[in-house]
């Protein structure tokens, strides 16, 4: 009986034994340790420590950059006001540029121009997205203001003696202005000196050009 026993219990291990081998092994746990994973992060982890340890400096070209400082600085210093302007077709001609021939960017060329009353003056967008118009309160008494459009060519007739204002509204902060004067005598530089003018650079062109209005008081 005893016999009988063990021989049925060791029957059922070896089945049981014989059912696990023949089980679909696919559904064990594939999480198992990848070494060449390891190896890969481990690297990677590395090489960035290293970096940060170790930062490369930008290369920068000293030289290059005092030249272009310097340009700058001279290009600053050296601003001076455009007074010559063409005469065509019975007009004075008055172009509207981004850069000028003095390298001045968003400028009127001229930017300050004496006349006789009667006299006409073009405005010519050289470039696009300029216009030309008075600045509010920058005319002689009884004279009238004026607005022009966008990318169109523009003539004005100026008949009231004294000092007329004028700027691209589109870039009047950039310093886009012009002084146009009409006459020997203007009797008006008081209320050009009164004038607000927007933007550092528009203030320092405008003083530049109450220089030059003030010689022409002068003489």
């Not at 070494?35 to 690297?43: F, G, M, R, V």
Request: one cysteine or more.
């Amino acid at each position: 009986m005893t016999r009988v026993v063990v021989l049925t219990i060791f029957t059922l291990i070896i089945i049981a034994v014989l059912n696990l081998r023949g089980s679909d092994t696919s559904k064990i746990s594939k999480n198992y340790f990848n070494i060449d994973e390891y190896e890969k992060n481990y690297l990677a982890e590395k090489n960035l420590q290293e970096e940060l340890a170790n930062p490369v400096e930008e290369e920068h070209d000293h030289e290059k950059m005092m030249a272009e400082m310097e340009a700058e600085e001279k290009e600053e210093s050296s601003f001076i006001v455009t007074t010559e302007a063409e005469f065509k077709d019975g007009s004075y001609q008055v172009k509207m540029l981004n850069k000028g021939a003095n390298g001045e960017k968003m400028v009127f060329e001229p930017m300050f121009l004496k006349i006789k009353p009667g006299d006409k003056v073009t405005f010519i967008p050289a470039d696009k997205g300029h216009m030309s118009q008075t600045i509010s309160g920058g005319v002689p008494e009884g004279a009238s203001e004026f607005a022009s459009k966008v990318n169109e060519a523009y003539t004005q007739t100026f008949t009231s003696a004294g000092v007329h204002a004028i700027k691209c509204k589109p870039h009047f902060t950039m310093g886009m202005i012009a002084m146009i004067v009409v006459g020997d005598d203007p009797k008006n530089i008081s209320q050009m000196e009164d004038l607000p003018v927007k933007g550092n650079k528009g203030k320092k062109r405008w003083e530049a050009m109450l220089g030059e209005l003030r010689q022409l008081g002068q003489q």
